[in-house]
């Protein structure tokens, strides 16, 4: 009766959590825009960088918390650049395609030692700031690092040099 039981539970994990799982997926929201449609700030802070007319696509992405990313891809002598935007103008995010051979000789052994037989379809360069914080949480020390997206990382001190008061 047991052994019935198990194998009942088993194929009804089978058939029914890829379902469960499905239908609670969440996907961002996005929506395609035209460049006149940008907040003013982003437009002025992407002429700095690149050229209006290589934009192939651009995206507004809703994100959870209400904020919205925009990103920018653009396509110059064959690279791919995403330029990603927080409605206040402030530079999030790029990415960039790149070739195997431009990445750094240590991350290319590491790969090839790692993953020798790893088939490489394509390397990004993804430049991303953070902003590391210091404080007091709970009588203990601890060190943050936020990141431009607005995710953030705790990492507790350990070093009592660190010590803050």
């Known amino acids: ?10 194929i009804f994990t089978l058939l029914f959590v890829p379902i469960l ?4 997926e969440k996907s961002t929201p996005t929506e395609k825009i035209t460049f006149a449609l940008l907040p003013l700030a982003i437009q002025e802070e992407f002429k700095k960088v690149a050229d209006v007319n290589s934009i192939t696509e651009i995206e507004l992405e809703k994100e ?10 653009t396509q110059k002598n064959g690279t791919q650049v995403v ?3 927080s409605n ?4 999030l995010e790029i990415e960039r395609t790149i070739k195997y051979e431009e990445l750094p000789e240590i991350s290319r052994k590491t790969l090839e030692k790692k ?3 790893l088939d490489i379809k394509m390397v990004e360069s993804i430049q991303i700031n953070f902003y590391e914080v210091k404080g007091k949480l709970n009588g203990k020390t601890i060190e943050l690092r936020i990141f431009n997206d607005g995710n953030i990382e705790l990492e507790e001190e350990d070093d009592e040099e660190e010590e803050i008061d």
Do not use: W
């Open 83 to 85: 330029y990603i935007y």
């Open 64 to 73: 959870c918390e209400g904020i919205s990313v925009y990103e920018l891809e």
């Open 21 to 24: 799982n499905l239908s609670s």
């Open 1 to 10: 009766m047991k052994k019935c039981y198990l194998q009942v539970i088993f």
């Open 88 to 91: 206040d103008g402030k530079l």
């Open 115 to 117: 993953y020798p037989n």
